[in-house]
Each structure stands twice: as structure tokens, then as C-alpha cells.
């Protein structure tokens, strides 16, 4: 099972821990400045998640501080058939209580960097060990819907589906769908009012990363 990853010699990915929670929350008013606050991730919650599906939970540490984090849990999703659902539904709000032990997918709830400690692959070690814990529980692999962050920059000259079937055609680079492309995920499907968030138009891309991939 992972035990932990250490990137360019300094940045340490582990198990979240129970007393990381407070430094995760804190970490979510600086990465979603945007966000509704009752989508913002808790403490309470962060330390529930752990009771609930603690495989899933990864914190990346600079020497002891948190400067990243991991959410996810098992759910079942039909791709053939995707069913619009928000953030909050499937989240629970934000408690996981939504984990679903035999879920085929593991479903992303979060992945946040600091912005000082971003580019340097923490995002991509966090994607590579969430495959590990997918394949090690037998899973098809990862799924999420990955915030549209970049259409703040659009929206006054197009709709969300415009800049979402431009990104998709790689005409627009999007700082976060456009990553997790990169990184490996296929894009899949637009899923508007996902969230409460005006930077990407409350919306995201269904993603999904096979583990046999
Ligand atoms: C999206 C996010 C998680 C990426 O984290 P990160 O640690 O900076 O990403 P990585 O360093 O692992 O980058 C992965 C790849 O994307 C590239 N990349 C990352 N950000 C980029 C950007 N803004 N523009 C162009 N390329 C970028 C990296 O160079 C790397 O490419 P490479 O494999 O060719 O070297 C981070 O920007 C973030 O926390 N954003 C805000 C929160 C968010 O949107 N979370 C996801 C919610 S769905």
C-alpha cells in the first residue's frame, strides 16, 4: 500500500493525518478565493473523511507544513449515461458521507496546491499516487469534474459550452482542465452548475483517468 512520495527532494506526500485538518482548511480559503463558503472543505470534515475512507486522503507537506491536499472516495458513475449531480451531492457537503465501499471509480472531491509550491509536480505526484490507490483497490480508475478555472477570462466573449468545446479542441489552454489533461485524464462531458463558483462559470469537465490507461 503507498506509504509515501518524496518530490524534488523536499516536498513530502504521506496519509492525511487527523492534525493536518486545520492547516487543509486553511489552505482552502487560499486556493478557492472563490468558492462558496459552504463549499469550502473543513476541518471537521477533513478529519471525518479520515474515519470514513482514510485510503483516500493525501496531504503534501514542506517540512511539516501543509502545502497541498487530496480529497476522494469510491463512487459509482455511468459513463455511458452521465447524471448531472453538484459538488455538494456528491460530497455530501463536503462530509463524504456519499463514499460508496464498492464504487468502481475513485472520485476526486478536491486537489489543491499553494500557489508558491505550484509547477513543480505535486499535482501530478497526487494524480499518479491516487492511480496506485485505484489500482491496489481494483478500481477502473479516476473520475472527477475538474473546475473550468480559466473561463473567468472568457466570460463576457463566450458561454460556458463555447469555452469548454475550445478547451477540449486545445484552442484554450485552461489552468486546471487543461493540466489534468496534460497529466493524462480524458475529457469527457460538460457538468454545468457543479459548484458555486464564478471563476469557472459554476461548471467543470467530467475527467477520467483509467488505470489500465
Ligand atoms: C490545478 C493544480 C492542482 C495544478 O497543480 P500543480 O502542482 O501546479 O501541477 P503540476 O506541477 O503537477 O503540473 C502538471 C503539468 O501541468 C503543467 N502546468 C501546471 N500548471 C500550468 C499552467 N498554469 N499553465 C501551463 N502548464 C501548467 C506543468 O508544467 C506540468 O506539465 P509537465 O508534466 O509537462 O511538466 C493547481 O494549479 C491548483 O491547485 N489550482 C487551484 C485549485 C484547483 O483548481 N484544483 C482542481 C479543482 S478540480
Known sequence: MF??????????IVHTKPEYAQA?????????PNLAADEILKKEQYVKHLE?????QLVALDNNKVIGGSTTMRYHFDLENPVHH????????????NHDPNGEWLYGIDVSVHPDYRGKGIAK??????????????LKGQL????LNGYINYKEKMTIDEYYKKVKEHEIFDPTVSVQEKIGFELKGL????????TCGNAGAIIVLKVNM
Request: glycine letters at 8%; zero cysteines.
Open 3 to 12: 506509504k509515501e512520495e518524496i518530490i524534488n527532494d523536499i516536498i513530502k
Open 125 to 138: 505526484a497526487f494524480y499518479r499516487i491516487r492511480n496506485q490507490i485505484a489500482r491496489e483497490l481494483n
Open 24 to 32: 487543509l482548511e486553511e489552505l482552502q480559503y487560499i486556493v478557492f
Open 144 to 147: 472527477g469534474i475538474g473546475m
Open 86 to 97: 453538484t459538488f455538494s451531492e456528491t460530497s455530501a457537503g463536503g462530509w463524504l458521507t
Open 52 to 56: 470514513i475512507f482514510p485510503e483516500g
Open 191 to 198: 457538468m454545468k452548475d457543479y459548484l458555486n463558483d464564478p
